[in-house]
């Protein structure tokens, strides 16, 4: 199985329409994941349907057992998170501050335990291009670095006689990222030509090479800003990697999101023959990979 992470340094980029043309075009027997799960909207461009749902457990939280507690407010005084809360003689932890230190426990193993919560689900859905995995973390949760391993896991251990294992990856360099790229083969990063996606590129190639995938760049919008572009692809070049894809504006991409479909599903349309290449380039470049593909 090949691994392919489809990433970018910030959101906006159109990550996820690309992975969802991407998942169209490239070869038949995959299996893909949303690691965007912060935001995951990947499904909604592939016609999914839910076919198990899994509770994800995050990280321990702190919980007082009022029946124990001797309202000492020791408990209070050491977490440094503000997490536990006094009213009148009741103490109860917050769990969104909770950050499972577990200092709280030390000094009262007796009243306070630490308990695992659950704080996402994970989703394992049918799509007219192979199953998909998904999840929701609960808003303001932590973990969704280790939300990102846990569908990767399951996506490989579902469908691990799959061919390709494609994946929407989350935007910005932090945690999710990380956790993302460990273990794939290549990544292909959407940028787009301006100031800020320059900047988001380098950050984002930096974090990249620390995991030494094979590095891919595709720019999206190219022909809204041709110094930016060529500014992009200099800087590419001297990088030593490849720009494989080259997007225009299209209207028809909005469109396409609008109605719930990869925009080459939809016609002909400028940006959807751009993508045919992109998809061309890639499965190229895996090849001279040497990979199985
Ligand atoms: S440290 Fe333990 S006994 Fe003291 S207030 Fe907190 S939970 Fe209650
Ligand atoms: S585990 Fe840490 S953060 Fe959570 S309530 Fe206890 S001391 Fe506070």
């Not at 193993?109 to 630490?114: L, R």
């Not at 990063?189 to 595709?218: M, N, T, W, Y």
Request: glycine share 8%; charged share 20%; proline share 5%.
């Amino acid at each position: 199985m090949i691994r392919i992470a489809v990433i970018s340094g910030k959101g906006g980029t159109g990550k996820t329409m690309i992975t969802a043309a991407l998942a169209h075009l490239l070869k038949e027997n995959r299996v893909l994941a949303d690691c965007d799960v912060d935001a995951a909207n990947l499904e909604l461009l592939l016609n999914q349907k839910l076919l198990r749902t899994e509770p994800f457990m995050g990280m321990k939280t702190a919980v007082i057992d009022t029946a124990l507690c001797t309202q000492c407010d020791k408990c209070v005084e050491h977490c440094r998170f503000g997490a536990i809360e006094r009213n009148g003689d009741t103490y109860r932890v917050i769990p969104l501050r909770c950050e499972g230190c577990a200092v709280c426990v030390h000094v009262c193993p007796v009243a306070i335990t630490m308990q695992p919560r659950q704080t996402g689900e994970i989703f394992y859905s049918e799509t007219e291009r192979g199953h998909l995995v998904h999840a929701r973390l609960v808003p303001g949760a932590g973990n969704s670095g280790l939300l990102v391993h846990a569908v990767k896991k399951m996506a490989m251990e579902q469908d691990r006689d799959c061919d390709l294992f494609l994946i929407d990856g989350p935007p910005g360099t932090g945690c999710p990222l990380i956790s993302t790229i460990s273990g794939v083969d290549a990544v292909l990063v959407v940028s787009e030509p301006s100031i800020s996606g320059l900047h988001d590129l380098k950050r984002v190639v930096a974090v990249c090479r620390q995991f030494r995938p094979r590095i891919l760049v595709a720019i999206n919008r190219f022909d809204l800003e041709q110094v930016l572009t060529e500014t992009i692809r200099t800087w590419c070049r001297e990088e030593n990697i490849p720009v494989i894809g080259l997007i225009p504006f299209d209207p028809a991409v909005i469109e396409a999101v609008r109605n719930g479909r990869a925009v080459t599903l939809t016609g002909t349309s400028p940006a959807a023959q751009a993508i045919q290449t992109l998809a061309s380039n890639l499965e190229q470049e895996l090849t001279d990979l040497g990979t199985q593909w």
